[in-house]
């Protein structure tokens, strides 16, 4: 039940988060304080990254096991923790406001979550 609900509140947050990066880059970085140039088109990679792996995400939140779970756990996991050491030098950097920080908390959590499932509870088969 955890993991079904980890993968599912994930699926969603990288769903909505992707579809607004893809959609509307500017403000979302005005957010954050921080301004791009109409001719970076960096954020909305990342936004069609996440909502390919929201949609992963999406799909997995029914399998309990096997190998095609384990390989989206480590991958989720990896994710999250290098989207975590990223998180923190932006932040450390303060080329942004303050709202830079929720990203860190973000990633941490998520990298709990993911490491929990990865190398403290029983893997799946």
Same mark, same amino acid.
């Given at each position: 039940m955890r993991l079904q609900l980890t993968l599912t509140v994930t699926a969603i947050g990288s769903?909505?988060?992707?579809?607004?990066?893809?959609l509307f880059p500017d403000n979302v970085a005005l957010l954050y304080g921080v301004t791009i140039d109409q001719?970076?088109?960096y954020?909305?990679?990342?936004?069609?990254?996440? !909502? %390919? @792996? &929201?949609?992963v995400l999406w799909l997995a939140r029914k399998i309990f096991s096997g190998p095609a779970l384990r390989a989206i756990?480590?991958?989720?996991f990896i994710a999250?923790?290098?989207?975590?050491?990223i998180s923190i030098f932006q932040a450390i950097d303060s080329t942004g406001n303050s709202l830079e920080w929720s990203t860190v908390i973000i990633y941490a959590l998520l990298t !709990? %979550? @993911? &490491?929990?499932?990865?190398?403290r509870t029983p893997p799946p088969k």
């Open positions: 769903l909505l988060f992707g579809i607004t990066l893809l001719s970076n088109q954020p909305r990679f990342f936004g069609s990254a996440l !909502i %390919g @792996f &929201g949609t756990l480590y991958g989720s999250s923790l290098t989207g975590l050491i !709990i %979550g @993911f &490491g929990d499932f990865v190398f």
